[in-house]
């Protein structure tokens, strides 16, 4: 088309718009752009020799403005569901907030369908996505058999150590009730002490 070969020398000659006083101080050099609001600015007037503001002029034309480079039309792919919009005149944006499972159901599909996609290769990200499921799965076994291990261990310990622990813990209830007595009479010697300085 000839309006994308426009679009692409239009975007080549517009200039980079930076924020009043950028050139001056470092902390706006990165900011994003705004405009001038002074009261005599001379960027805002437009005077010669002062970089430029953003116009209407810098706009690409009408008929390409929202296409992408290839001369497709953008749709973004939030859910499975998206995919009934696709035609041949679209390209797919898949979003970055879906998931492992959905984006690989997705890009099984999309193979099938033949659709193009502007942010990733689909073959390449269902090798790789093939291959990390097949780790995670053989790390989940794993992780299930050492779960079991330790499970069957524990029982073995607890079918051997009942009588033991049932013992202690009658020795420790008995120390407890003998410090609590102990701090009692603590207390009573205290009380009678200060009524005999009464």
Excluded at 14 to 38: C, I, M, Q, T, W
Excluded at 111 to 135: G, Q, Y
Excluded at 155 to 170: F, P, Y
Aim: aromatic content about 4%; hydrophobic content about 30%; cysteine-free.
């Amino acid at each position: 088309m000839r309006e994308l070969v426009l679009r692409r020398k239009l975007k080549r000659a517009k200039p980079v718009f930076k924020r009043h006083e950028a050139n001056k101080r470092k902390r706006l050099n990165d900011s994003p752009y705004r405009k001038p609001k002074g009261y005599t600015s001379a960027k805002k007037r437009n005077m010669r020799g002062r970089v430029k503001i953003p116009a209407q002029g810098y706009q690409s034309p009408i008929a390409v403005r929202s296409l992408h480079p290839s001369g497709l039309n953008i749709l973004n792919v939030n859910s499975l569901k998206d995919l009934e919009l696709v035609t041949k005149d679209s390209i797919i944006v898949i979003s970055s907030r879906m998931g492992l499972k959905k984006k690989y159901e997705l890009a099984k599909k999309l193979v099938d369908k033949k659709v193009r996609v502007a942010n990733f290769d689909i073959v390449k990200f269902i090798k790789d996505s093939d291959e990390l499921m097949k780790k995670r799965g053989l790390n989940r076994a794993e992780l299930l058999k050492s779960r079991d291990k330790k499970s069957k261990i524990v029982k073995k310990e607890d079918s051997k150590g009942t009588k033991k622990e049932s013992k202690d813990l009658e020795v420790r209830e008995g120390s407890k009730k003998s410090v609590y007595k102990k701090q009692k009479s603590i207390k009573g010697a205290e009380k009678e002490v200060v009524k005999g300085l009464k």
